[in-house]
């Protein structure tokens, strides 16, 4: 049975930073494409981050530059590294696999495997 797991989670002051982690469980093969994604209440699930397995990325137009997405496959584990937090990225933070491999690896791919969540809180 596979399973993600968030940490890393907590609350921060505006200007700080997080490292978000999400440890993959249950199998021996590195997912093709994972994801991280946030939401607020109220508000829709959006896209933050992704990364395939060889690590070409791809970020949300609110975090570019200050987001990192990273994994090392042989720990099966995924990375967020978050820098210069706003306000605006509180969320719950979730982080997602997929195994089939496709041409790309976009926020828009069909994830099947998905976290619990991790929450970040931004103060100003």
């Known amino acids: 049975q596979v399973q993600l797991v968030e940490s890393g989670g907590g609350s921060v002051q505006a200007g700080g930073s997080l490292r978000l982690s999400c440890a993959v469980s249950?199998?021996?093969?590195?997912?093709?494409?994972m994801g991280w994604f946030r939401q607020a209440p109220g508000k829709e699930r959006e896209g933050v981050s992704t990364i395939t397995n060889d690590g070409r990325t791809t970020y949300a137009d609110p975090v570019k530059g200050r987001f990192t997405v990273s994994r090392n496959n042989a720990q099966n584990t995924l990375y967020l590294q978050m820098n210069s937090l706003k306000p605006e990225d509180t969320a719950m933070y979730y982080c997602?696999?997929?195994?089939?491999?496709?041409?790309?690896?976009?926020?828009?791919?069909?994830?099947?495997?998905w976290g619990q969540g991790t929450q970040v809180t931004v103060s100003s």
């Open positions: 997602a696999a997929t195994w089939r491999v496709g041409r790309d690896c976009a926020m828009s791919t069909l994830f099947y495997s």
């Open positions: 249950g199998t021996s093969y590195s997912p093709y494409c």
